[in-house]
């Protein structure tokens, strides 16, 4: 069925009109009626051969398996999946606004190194999450890297959702079935390919998309891809040869320590990459800031950005006051990782500023469950630092209306006389006397009893 406008997809989604088409379907904005917002719907392309669709319902089933697996606000949110009579299936996603990064490269062919360390953190956050849940990527480009227009927007004005999830290779345990991939058949974009996957489908892992994102950042401050090739061998040949050209010949501003972060994140042999994505985006704003390129990644940085302007922030972090320097938080790097501490917030601070932790890393106190993003903790505990303290209520004041000048004065009213005169207080005010007690030695020891 060719999808059209006014086309009920569910009972709760109808399709209102088509955004734009790819190489493996198309995708609709579309009303979810129940939750009365937009959506986004993609589809199967109509073109697809018969004996493929299998497949493809294999992928999109994934897809949406493997989308609802991770935990990051930096990727693209499922919200339904199915399949329609015809066999057709569809993804009813959150729809979002903005351009893609192969979008903006198109228009302006780079990015700045600061705009490619955000982009590049928020890759790497999503990609973390993903390899957690034994998730790989396999197609990580340009394309499918969505620079989205949100309420959140990071520095730069720039919030990344991570797309298309469809050709993941999630791990499963061994022996079991792998049939969405044939022998010889490349799933990827070749130009951002690990040499490794365009080699042999069952070497692709978390390193394969690692490599895949430091060709991104080099097509990013370069505007070309690192390598090149008339045919899909004489790429793989480019590849297994050695790093690209350094960046720091192309790239006005960069220095030799992005040069070794591409020497590492592009080495052909995969145990030479980074060891995790969380690693990866570290080293980039460690080689960035050697660079002398201020990158802010938490909302500390802003605090110290309207301090170097002058202005006063409620949010300046008070270093070495009691409150920052007992430990009694625990941190971990991300949802579901294992939470280290006690420490304090001095030393929680500090890890995100030296890249040691990552700009999401969640805090919580010790002894609860109630985990937060580190960098909104901190916010919160220098704003309540920051805060005076509430004044104690006071009673109302009342004042006496003065005469007016030339009236005769009341007379003063009469002294009250200390408690300590004779005579105070009056015999009115005074307690009636008390009952004198019998000594203790002429009280019975029992109770007395009248006598008959």
Known sequence: MEPKPCTMVTPSVRLVRHLRSGGMGSVWVAEHLKLERPVAVKFVSAEVPRQHLPA??????????????????????????????DEQPFLVMELLAGESLGDRLARERTLGLKETAVVLRQVCSALGAAHAQGIVHRDIKPDNIFLASSDEEEEQGLFVKVLDFGIAKIAEPPGAERGLTATGVMMGTPNYMSPEQMQDVKLVGPASDLWAVGAVAYHALVGEVPFRGDTAVALWLSKKQGPP???????????????????????????????????????????????????????????????????????RPPRGSVRWTQAEWLVRSGPGS????????????????????????????????????????????????????????????HTVPRAPAGAPQAPPPAAVPAQTEPGWPPPEMRDPPRRPRRPLASRSACPRSRSP
Request: a neutral charge; proline letters at 10%; one cysteine or more.
């Open 56 to 85: 493809l319902l294999a992928r999109f089933d994934r897809e949406a398996k493997a989308a609802a697996k991770l935990r990051s606000r930096h990727v693209v949110t499922i919200h339904d999946y199915g399949v329609l009579a």
């Open 338 to 397: 294992e939470p280290v501490g006690p420490v304090s917030l001095d030393s929680i601070h500090r890890g995100i500023e030296t890249g040691e932790l990552p700009p999401d890393a969640q805090a919580c106190r010790q002894g609860s469950a109630d985990w937060q993003l580190a960098s909104l903790v901190l916010v919160e505990q220098a704003r309540q630092r920051s805060e005076p303290p509430p004044r104690p209520e006071q009673s109302p004041v």
């Open 245 to 315: 050209r350094p960046v720091s010949e192309r790239c006005p501003g960069a220095g030799e320590a992005l040069d070794g972060w591409f020497d590492c994140a592009l080495c052909p042999d995969p145990k030479g990459r980074f060891p995790s994505a969380k690693e990866m985006s570290s080293a980039f704003v460690q080689a960035a800031r050697k660079c002398g390129v201020r990158i802010s990644l938490d909302p500390i940085d802003s605090a110290e950005q309207e301090r170097a302007r002058g202005e006063p922030s409620a949010r």
